[in-house]
């Protein structure tokens, strides 16, 4: 039998071996996010669907695990898990003619931060938003820029700034439907890293949209005993610019120069150990699955043969990038 890998933080797993990776860490599972072709979902955990093309399979999990027991709450639609240094939440929004997306992303963020506040675990870690239709026109405003607009004004609302309460994200396009948020919380801010190469994302200037995006472009945090630097959604921008337009090659070089130096910051500040190998977990989301033959290239080349990569079709919040790659870096003790 193939030797389950049980030890708190993110893993990826498909259809076949879910179940096996559930039951070894029975009442230890955070929560449970599958992408791909709808199957099942499960009432006892915190899980969600993300109905968003896999590339190369019909399905895959990100399972996220804790060393110690769970606590599991539902409130207000929003499912969580958590122990005393980690949570991690989920809620799925249905779509609604009647408001405006903003006017939808406020009310869920503000959800969130009183579902947050209540249970003591106040600090947005990393999120992840994946928005139907992202690119749709909604009464002159792009529906990604009333997405940012409603999430700016939650965080003033709920007495979050800006830059330091920021925390790290990613924001591409679903299928049409629902709108799936999953996030990491804790008691304690994590620590934010920036790149310089690029622009602070909630520094944009206004022709991206009337309210920058609130991100990080990355946030370290520890838990269960791991060192963990959450690289946010990163694409081929320089300063503020998406470069390389229709250059899907171009791009991927580009975006792996940006989470290189992200990467190299995180070193710099001490926060990782450079000497050590850190267990690297990219997700890559492409606007085609054709495109996956050259970010792979690039991944293997610029990481090396092992990394673990999980493929998604989706949009990517600027009509012109054609992909986006996120990293979970753990640098803690993986003990198994
Ligand atoms: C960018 O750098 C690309 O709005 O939460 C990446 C990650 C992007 C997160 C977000 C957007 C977000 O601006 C887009």
Redesign the pocket.
Known sequence: MQQIDASAGLHYTSTADLDALLDECRGRVLGVVGFGKPLRESKAIASTWVDMPVIGTDQAYEVWTSADPVQNVTRECIRSARNAQILFGCVEIPEDPHSDYDALIYDTYCRIFDHLDELGHSHLIRIW?YLPDIHRDERALERYKRF?LGRHEAFVAKGRAISKDAPA???VGKRPGNTVICFLAAPHRGIPIENPRQVS?YSYPQQYGPRG?T?ARALFASWDDLGQLYI????A?AGHRSQHEGDAHAQAVETILNLRSIMDEANASGLMDASQNADLLFKVYLRRPDLRAIAEAQLREAFGPSPSILYLQADI?RRELLL?IEVVCAAGSRAS
């Open positions: 938003h940012s994200a990613s924001a994302a995006p991100f946010s959604g990163t694409a921008i919040c986006e």
